[in-house]
């Protein structure tokens, strides 16, 4: 064991340092774990963040195509920048101060325009597997078809690629 001195004030003095100490190092200790809270409210900002940006950049590249295309794909591209920002930097407190600067606009209803008569199209027909009933083997007669549209530029002009799905019924089963 260590000596100790045998006078009381001397022995009281080092108790009370030792207690300062023990204060101290408590709120040295404090202010760290306020600060790793800080930083995990940040992080999970951030990460939130980032999580909206994808589900946005997502939802603006399913979006139709139209007279808005070019400003949905400067959109598309503004939020791609900001989220490889996001991603690439560590986490500021900027990030929430921006979350509730923007507000979000309603969305609107999209309406679906037919593409004009005038563009050249092509057809890829697609047969049903089954050629014959696979309840009683007879013969599949047409039942009608669905047709969906796709635009596509080939060689700076626009065509219409259609994709038509042949549907048919057994002749015997009706």
Do not use: N, W
């Not at 027909?125 to 596509?152: N, R, S």
Request: some cysteine.
């Amino acid at each position: 064991m260590t000596d100790l001195p045998d006078d009381i004030a001397i022995l009281k003095a080092m108790v009370s340092a030792r207690d300062l100490a023990l204060v101290e190092r408590d709120g040295v200790v404090q202010q760290q774990l306020e600060s790793i809270a800080q930083m995990q409210r940040t992080l999970q900002a951030r990460a939130l963040e980032i999580e909206r940006l994808k589900l946005q950049i997502a939802k603006l590249k399913r979006m139709q195509f139209g007279s808005s295309s070019e400003k949905l794909d400067r959109e598309i591209e503004r939020l791609e920048t900001r989220l490889e920002e996001l991603e690439a930097t560590d986490g500021e407190a900027e990030v929430t101060a921006e979350l509730e600067q923007k507000k979000v606009k309603p969305r609107k209803p999209s309406t679906r325009r037919a593409l004009p008569a005038h563009l050249p199209r092509e057809d890829h027909i697609y047969e049903p597997v089954e050629v014959v009933c696979p309840e009683c083997a007879g013969e599949l007669k047409p039942l009608g078809e669905d047709v969906a549209e796709q635009l596509t530029i080939i060689k700076a002009a626009f065509k219409v690629i259609r994709h038509i799905r042949r549907k048919k019924a057994c002749v015997r089963c009706d």
